[in-house]
């Protein structure tokens, strides 16, 4: 069956879309900057005080690669606190799991690792309420362990002859990396502009590449593998990561339910364990 | 020349033997499961093609790092191809022809690249090219950097592909057996020239069957190009690349690109294989081609 | 001496050694996997024997254990013709006789030329611009032929070059075979008696890797010692005693004949003589009653098989056989089964020693 509905079904969600969202679009954009943490934090926590001897069931939770440690971890205390529940995760590039969702991959709670993905899913009209920033990440300069071409600062990474290695100005990390290079007044001249934080990790723990920008939380997880050098800019990119309902769910309070883990106290806690920065 | 009238009026007959009624022994379901099967693949690319925005299709194909990928792809496969010649055509005669300890091991090492997902294939070319790697660590202390460069998009694709040349020559080189060969030398041809005058003549529409899989495969390499040459605009950002790329951004670039690369493989594929199936009877001389 | 050969296969239980004189042409025969072939391959090296050796006009083809010479097929100087022609499917035919002149190191116009005259040979000029595949069996054996020719080679090899030939086509290589292989040396294995007769000066006769029997082939077909032999020449054989100018069977039957004078002159052993009573299929009359009068040997058989043999039909019954024509079988109204006299004069039976 899937096989037919390929063709016509985003067709359906286009014109959709327009109906919805421009609605949604403006709700998010006057709801969601200033007042992230306080509305949410405080209602969210009783709910799920309130419901953990009732919920049950299964929620499907698709999450930006970079939440996989934490979000993991999260799911374990979710489960643990409501026992009748499993979560299943999917973790992968962000703009692969809205496509993945918007082509009707059942997910209930969709986080994304940057609010342009996010705005996808919000303009297929498939967020059920206004996302939630939860957390932020910054880059930072990484080298192989011996430091082969003595960098220590971002001007060096720049430098002609030295192997950089970014990621595509398509993909979030890269776009970051290209503003905070324009703030430090430097112009990169990358060997390869990689389609992944990963990919942009593999070269530079495999020793291929002199340096590599990648996030903050990305260079906590390698451990020893690589060496991170801060930026130390005035202005550094801040990316954020939001999270929302997917308007098709059907668990809703689940979803709510883990939302709300993630954005009260405890899931800080982990997430700031992981690197991550308060949203 | 009245013996030029022969051959043709006799290749007519033959072309018109083939398309009266025989016997073929096909069971009725077979079309209805093979139907199937065809849909499956057919359907999808249906399904993709119904995608493409065509008002924007021009714009969208032709933009700066859409024609940089194209052209970086059919380069780059073209040159790899070429490899898989110059390397597969010796590693299929031995393999089909000599007699030789570790034969069977040798053939089973060299398929390898078909069962092994690309990614791994780029991983075990970075630990033996790369800067750290078995081989690249003596490559860079002479001044030979291979990643990052558009060489090592040419050594992916050339791992991945040239299973298929090998494999599709070996099989061609054992169906038509030594015979001829033998023949050849009674004859007083030296091996080299049985080689180059006997074999490969005989062996051509497998040889051209197995480069064009090759090209094909090359076409659309991605994992091994990606863990092993990275991604740059016209260096190693190829097709497959460019639209996994395209797809964070632009969804309609990437099925617009996706397009073009399966016109360019289907364009290359049915203008290769219009050589005869019949190999033996259609190298027809020049003097007897209309 | 043109050729000396010796060679042993453990493998294939082969155990074989030839000569050849210059100019002479020598079949081998025998049963299928008997090593016929082997011989040829061995020659042209295409097949390696365990030990032995094979020197051809005194220059070595190989001599092995003791020994490690091993000429490559393309220093042997051997020509060779098998059963299929072989033609290179994607050369026409002048280019497949070129092919040979070319090898060798000569120019291209002269190999053409060469090969226009080797087509002229084999009578096959008008076949040189058609492909192997427009051709038909009888001509493409005779291009193969041609070819074959075309190195000029000391020793020409033909491996059954007429079995997978029709009967149409067969006679007229077989004319042009003789025309080529006079005063040539020359190998030719053969299931074919004709061949052998009509084109060898020898024969061998190769059994289970052994040379079973050798001689000139008249004297071999004429007096086969061995059963194949027998059953190639396509003769009655019978085995017996022999008496003064008869065989006396074990079943207690007399063949009268005539001894063969070569054989008559030798000193008589003392007692019983084996021997053997020989005579042509086509010496054979069918009757429907035993007939009266003239001195003719006479056996009551009962019919086996019919089949057709050149122009006659061959009637099987038990050990014996008889050529005769199909209006007689219509006439007489033969089939499997039937009892019937065959009847053969005195004059047609030989008798000689086992």
């Not at chain 1, 709700?27 to 419901?51: F, Q, W, Y």
């Not at chain 3, 004078?261 to 086509?282: I, N, R, T």
Request: hydrophobic share 50%; net charge neutral.
């Amino acid at each position: 069956m899937t096989l037919f509905n390929t063709s016509t079904r985003p067709r359906r969600l286009r014109l959709g879309a327009v109906a919805a969202g421009a609605a949604v679009l403006a709700l998010g954009l006057s709801g969601c900057g200033p007042a992230a943490t306080s509305p949410s934090a405080g209602p969210d926590s009783n709910a799920t005080e309130n419901a953990t001897a009732e919920l049950s069931g299964t929620l499907n939770v698709y999450a930006a690669a970079s939440l996989k440690q934490t979000f993991t971890e999260l799911a374990h205390e979710f489960e643990a606190k409501n026992p009748h529940v499993k979560v299943s995760l999917s973790f992968d590039g962000s703009s692969t799991l809205v496509t993945q969702i918007t082509q009707g991959a059942p997910a209930d709670v969709f986080a994304s690792a940057d609010s342009a993905n996010m705005k996808k899913l919000s303009n297929a009209g498939l967020a059920k309420d206004s996302p939630v920033d939860f957390a932020s990440n910054v880059l930072t300069l990484v080298v192989p362990p011996g430091n082969p071409a003595n960098i220590t600062t971002f001007a060096d990474a720049a430098k002609p002859g030295v192997k950089l290695v970014v990621c595509a100005p398509q993909v979030p990390c890269g776009a970051a990396a290209q503003a905070d290079a324009a703030g430090a007044g430097l112009t990169l001249s990358p060997v390869s502009e990689e389609l992944s934080v990963t990919s942009v990790l593999g070269k530079v723990t495999s020793g291929e590449a002199d340096a590599g920008l990648v996030y903050v939380t990305d260079a906590i997880t390698e451990g020893d593998k690589v060496r991170s050098i801060p930026l130390t800019l005035a202005n550094t990119t801040i990316n954020r990561y939001p999270i929302a309902a997917v308007s098709t769910t059907k668990v809703p309070e689940l979803a709510q339910g883990f939302i709300a883990l993630v954005t009260d106290s405890e899931g800080q806690k982990v997430l700031k364990n992981a690197g991550f920065g308060a949203p | 020349m009245p013996v030029l009238v022969l051959p043709k009026s006799n290749r007519q007959a033959a072309r018109v033997q083939g398309r009266t009624w025989q016997y073929t022994g096909v069971p009725k379901w077979i079309y209805l499961v093979a139907a199937v099967g065809a849909l499956f693949i057919l359907l999808p690319l249906t399904g993709m093609v119904a995608q493409v925005n065509w008002g924007q299709f021009g714009a969208l194909v032709t933009s700066e790092s859409s024609l940089a990928a194209l052209v970086l792809s059919l380069k780059t496969a073209a040159a790899s191809t070429a490899l898989c010649i110059v390397f597969g055509v010796p590693l299929a005669l031995l393999l089909a022809r000599a007699q030789f300890l570790g034969q069977r091991i040798l053939r089973a090492l060299i398929l390898l690249p078909l069962i092994v997902p690309p990614v791994v294939g780029g991983l075990a070319l970075l630990y033996t090219f790369g800067r750290q790697g078995l081989i690249g660590k003596s490559l860079t202390l002479v001044g030979i950097d291979i990643a990052f460069s558009t060489t090592a998009v040419i050594m992916a694709q050339t791992f991945v592909a040239l299973p298929f040349l090998v494999l599709s020559l070996e099989g061609t080189l054992r169906t038509a057996g030594q015979k001829y060969e033998a023949v050849a030398a009674t004859l007083g041809a030296r091996p080299g020239t049985v080689l180059r005058r006997i074999t490969l003549p005989l062996v051509l529409p497998g040889l051209i069957s197995g480069a064009v899989l090759s090209f094909a495969r090359c076409l659309g390499e991605f994992g091994a190009t990606l863990t092993f040459a990275g991604s740059l605009q016209g260096v190693t950002r190829t097709m497959p690349l460019e639209i996994y790329l395209q797809r964070e951004t632009d969804p309609e670039a990437a099925v617009a690109l996706s397009f073009l690369l399966i016109a360019v493989a289907v364009l290359v594929v049915a203008l290769t294989y219009r050589v005869p199936k019949s190999p033996l009877r259609a190298l027809v001389s020049p003097e007897a081609t209309p | 001496m043109t050729l000396e050969f010796k060679a042993t296969i453990a493998a294939r239980n082969v155990e074989l050694e030839l000569t050849l004189d210059a100019g002479e042409t020598l079949a081998i025969m025998g049963p299928n996997g008997a090593g016929k072939s082997s011989v040829v391959q061995m020659l042209a090296g295409l097949l390696k024997p365990d030990s032995g050796r094979a020197a051809l006009q005194g220059r070595a083809l190989f001599s092995l254990s003791p020994g490690t010479l091993w000429l490559p097929p393309h220093e042997r100087g051997l020509g060779v013709l098998a059963q299929d022609p072989l033609l290179f499917p994607h050369l026409n035919v002048l280019e497949n006789v070129a092919f040979g002149p070319r090898s060798q190191g000569r120019g291209k116009a002269d190999s053409r030329a060469s090969a226009a005259h080797w087509l002229r040979e084999v009578d096959a000029s008008e076949l040189a611009v058609r492909l192997p595949s427009q051709l038909s069996g009888g001509q493409a054996q005779r291009v193969a032929l041609a070819r074959a020719l075309s190195t000029e080679p000391e020793l020409l090899l033909l491996d059954e070059p007429m079995a997978a030939l029709d009967v149409n086509s067969a006679p007229f290589l077989r004319s042009l075979l003789k025309r080529v292989l006079a005063g040539r040396s020359a190998i030719i294995v053969t299931h074919s008696v004709l061949d052998a007769l009509l084109l060898a000066d020898r024969i061998i006769v190769i059994d289970g890797g052994r040379i079973v029997e050798s001689g000139p082939t008249a004297t071999v077909l004429a007096h086969p010692r061995s059963a194949f032999a027998a059953s190639l020449a396509g003769l009655n054989v019978l085995q017996g005693v022999l008496e003064a100018d008869s065989l006396r069977m074990r079943d207690g039957g007399r063949v009268t004949g005539r001894r063969i004078p070569a054989f008559a002159e030798a000193p008589q052993a003392v007692g019983a003589l084996e021997g053997l009573a020989a005579f042509a299929p086509s010496a054979v009359s069918v009757f429907l009653a035993p007939p009266q009068g003239s001195p003719r040997n006479c056996f009551k058989v009962s019919v086996g098989e019919l089949e057709p043999q050149g122009e006659q039909i061959r009637v099987r019954a038990g050990a014996l056989s008889a050529d005769i024509s199909p209006a007689a079988v219509a006439e007489l109204g033969l089939e499997p089964g039937a009892e019937v006299y065959f009847v053969v004069k005195a004059a047609e039976v030989v008798l000689y020693p086992a």
